[in-house]
């Protein structure tokens, strides 16, 4: 999306290990960061988010961070396993409509047996 | 007991039909989305509704139509369709236009244009 930059693009890890997935942002109004993990042949379904009042979320294996001063907030999956394979999304307000969300590119991550 | 659901789930069509994407939702949200993803994977809004009004309208051409009988369905007309419109299309809905809710996706509608 023009305002959210994702990165890496595709990334693969070793079943068991850590996979970390950063987003940045523009616009410093932002307070809603939404992770979406869309799996082959589905649509995207929600995951995880966060609001700019806490810096850090967790829900099981999957935590999200956010640091407003440097405008990023990233994604954090432990103890990977295969069912995580997927493509993941962030997302953020769109700078100057708050009631509309823009996409980042996504990541597609592969969890290797 | 599906939330989202789009119809059809594929469509092959010629250059330059018209066709078009039905979406219901069953959740009682208020807000309805169209999005497209092309093969990158690229998720881009086109069109949303609240409460059976346009509400946001991205640059898209005007041969593609939304239509919304009532707030539980948003519809997708595309006219004189081009190679360029293959893609993905997902319905979408959350409870409100607040932008800080869960956008609960349909399972998507594939299309190709030959």
């Known amino acids: 999306g023009e305002n959210v930059e994702q990165h890496p693009s595709t990334l693969s890890v070793q079943e068991g290990d850590s996979a970390v997935i950063k987003c940045t942002y523009s616009d410093s109004a932002s307070n809603y960061f939404p992770w979406y993990k869309q799996e082959l042949g589905k649509g995207p379904q929600l995951i995880i988010d966060?609001?700019?009042?806490?810096g850090e979320k967790k829900d099981q294996r999957i935590a999200v961070t956010l640091n407003k001063t440097a405008k990023h907030f990233s994604l954090h999956i432990t103890e990977t396993q295969p069912e995580d394979s997927a493509v993941y999304f962030c997302a953020a307000p769109r700078a100057g409509s708050a009631r509309q969300l823009t996409f980042g590119s996504g990541t597609q991550l592969t969890v290797l047996p | 007991d599906t939330a989202v659901s789009q119809t059809p789930k594929y469509l092959v069509t010629q250059m330059g039909n018209d066709k078009s994407i039905k979406c219901e939702q069953n959740l009682g949200h208020d807000t309805m989305y169209w999005y497209k993803q092309d093969s990158k994977k690229f998720l881009k809004i086109m069109f949303s509704y609240n409460n059976k009004e346009l509400i946001i309208n991205e640059t898209v051409p005007n041969r593609f139509s939304p239509k919304s009988p009532d707030k539980a369905h948003l519809n997708l007309h595309i006219n004189s369709l081009e190679l360029g419109d293959s893609a993905v299309y997902f319905c979408?809905?959350?409870?409100?236009?607040?932008?800080?809710?869960?956008?609960?996706f349909g399972p998507g509608t594939r299309l190709l244009v030959l």
């Open positions: 979408a809905s959350s409870p409100s236009l607040a932008g800080k809710e869960t956008q609960y």
């Open positions: 966060i609001r700019s009042n806490v």
